[in-house]
C-alpha cells in the first residue's frame, strides 16, 4: 500500500491521468491505443488486478470467427433476424479491424475455414434448410457471398464456414501490450480497482486515484463494480500433449458454439460445455467444473474418436461476460465515467471494434 507517496511518486507516477482504463484484456487495450492515436500528448493509464489480462482475453479458444448456423438460428430465436445480422457484421468488421491493426503475421492468423459437425440428425437437417437462407442474408447485410456450405468431415454432416479463422491470443495480447507500451500507455498489473465513482478508484490496498475519465473494460467482472446487466460465465479449456496424425485439422464448432475445438500444431484445444452446468458455471471465480471436464473428455473419445492413450497436458478455465441478448454494453454511468462490458463470448472478433466505438463515439 502507497501510504506516504513521495514527491517523485506523486510529481510522475501518481499524477491522475487524462484516461484510467480499468481492465487490460483486448477491449480495454484497444481503447488505450485508439486514444492514444487521437490524442498522442495525452497520459494513460491501465489498471489490471491481474498478473497477466487474466480474465478472457489470454485465456479463450483464439476462435476469429463469426459463428455457426446453429448459433445464428438459436440466436434470431432470442434477438430477432435484424439483430443477429447486425451482431455478425460486427464480428466480421471486428476481425478485419484486428488483423489490419495488429497485422495477420503478429496474430499468427490462420485463414482455417470452419467446420460446424453435427451428431444429431434433425438438427443438421434443420440448420442445412437454413444454409441457403443464411447465405442470402449475409450476402446482403456484408456482401460476402457463399459463406456456408455442406460438407463432411470425419464422418459426421457438417457446414463449412468459409471466412473462419484462427489466431495465437497469448501473442495477440502481448502484441497489443507491447505497443501500448512503446506508444507511452503505462499499465500497472496486479493492481485490483476496489470501488469507483465517477473519476475516483479506490485499490485493494485502499490508495485512491483521480483521473480525468475512467472506462471500465472488466467485462464479466464488472458486477463487483457497477450495476450493469452483464453475468459472468465460466469457460473450460483443455489442449492435449502432441497426438500423432491427429485427424481435426481447422476449426470446429458443435452444440450452437457450446463446444469448440481446434489443431494447434498436433494437438487438440478442446473447449466449452458449459451449457451442461450452466448455474454453477454463472461465477467469476476460476476454476475446473469435474462435471465440464468429464464431459469434453467424453466428447473427445467418443465423437472426435481421439485415439487410445491421448492426455491432457495443460488447462484452464477463463470468465467471459454474457448479457441477455448478447450485445456489449457501451454506456456512460456518470460524467467522467463509462463502461465497455459484456462481451458475451466473442471478444476476440469484436473486441477492438467495441473499443474504437467507445473512443469514436464519447466525448472525451
Ligand atoms: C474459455 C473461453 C473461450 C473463448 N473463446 C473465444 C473465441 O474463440 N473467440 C472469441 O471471439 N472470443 C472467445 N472468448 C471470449 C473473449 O475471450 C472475450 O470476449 C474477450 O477476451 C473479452 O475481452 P475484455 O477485454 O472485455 O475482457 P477480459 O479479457 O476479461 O479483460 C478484463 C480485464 O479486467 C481485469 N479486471 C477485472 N476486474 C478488475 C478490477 N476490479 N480491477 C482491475 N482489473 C480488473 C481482468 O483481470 C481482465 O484482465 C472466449 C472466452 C473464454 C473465457
Not at 485499490?203 to 475512467?214: Q, S, V
Request: glycine share 10%.
Amino acid at each position: 500500500m502507497i501510504q506516504f507517496p513521495s514527491y517523485w511518486e506523486r510529481e510522475e507516477w501518481l499524477n491522475p491521468p487524462d484516461l484510467l482504463i480499468v481492465g487490460g484484456g483486448i477491449v480495454g487495450a484497444s481503447i488505450a491505443l485508439f486514444y492514444k492515436n487521437k490524442y498522442p500528448g495525452h497520459n494513460v493509464v491501465i489498471t489490471d488486478k491481474g498478473f497477466t489480462p487474466e480474465g478472457a482475453s489470454t485465456r479463450n479458444a483464439g476462435f476469429a470467427c463469426i459463428g455457426s448456423v446453429s448459433e445464428h438460428l438459436a440466436d434470431i430465436q432470442i434477438s430477432g433476424e435484424d439483430t443477429v445480422l447486425k451482431r455478425i457484421e460486427r464480428r466480421w468488421t471486428g476481425l478485419q479491424l484486428l488483423r489490419e491493426t495488429l497485422g495477420e503475421h503478429a496474430l499468427e492468423y490462420r485463414n482455417t475455414g470452419g467446420f460446424e459437425i453435427f451428431t444429431d440428425h434433425e438438427k443438421f437437417i434443420q440448420c442445412r434448410e437454413n444454409i441457403g437462407l443464411m447465405n442470402e442474408l449475409l450476402k446482403r447485410q456484408m456482401g460476402i457471398e457463399g459463406i456456408y456450405s455442406e460438407k463432411t468431415y470425419c464422418g459426421y454432416p457438417a457446414i463449412f464456414n468459409r471466412v473462419e479463422g484462427a489466431v495465437n491470443s497469448g501473442r495477440m495480447m502481448r502484441i497489443l501490450h507491447d505497443i501500448l507500451a512503446k506508444a507511452g500507455v503505462r499499465t500497472w498489473w496486479n493492481s485490483e480497482v476496489k470501488s469507483v465513482k465517477s473519476n475516483r478508484v479506490v485499490f485493494n490496498d485502499g490508495f485512491e486515484m483521480h483521473a480525468d475519465k475512467i472506462v471500465l473494460a472488466v467485462n464479466g467482472f464488472i458486477p463487483r463494480l457497477a450495476k450493469l446487466p452483464v453475468k459472468p460465465a465460466r469457460g473450460y479449456v483443455f489442449v492435449t500433449k502432441p497426438i500423432p496424425n491427429l485427424p481435426w485439422t481447422g476449426t470446429f464448432h458443435y452444440d450452437e458454439g457450446y463446444v469448440y475445438f481446434r489443431n494447434i500444431g498436433n494437438r487438440l484445444l478442446l473447449g466449452g460445455g458449459r451449457n451442461i452446468a450452466k448455474e454453477e458455471e454463472t461465477t467469476d471465480v476460476f476454476g475446473i467444473n469435474p462435471a465440464v471436464k468429464k464431459y469434453l473428455i467424453h466428447f473427445a473419445d467418443h465423437v472426435l474418436n481421439l485415439p487410445k492413450g491421448w492426455v491432457i497436458d495443460i488447462e484452464w478455465s477463463g470468465i467471459m461476460g454474457m448479457t441477455g441478448n448478447k450485445e456489449p454494453i457501451i454506456k456512460q454511468l456518470e460524467p467522467e465515467l463509462w463502461a465497455a462490458v459484456g462481451l458475451s463470448g466473442m471478444g476476440v472478433a469484436i473486441g477492438m471494434q467495441v473499443a474504437k466505438e467507445v473512443v469514436d463515439s464519447l466525448e472525451f
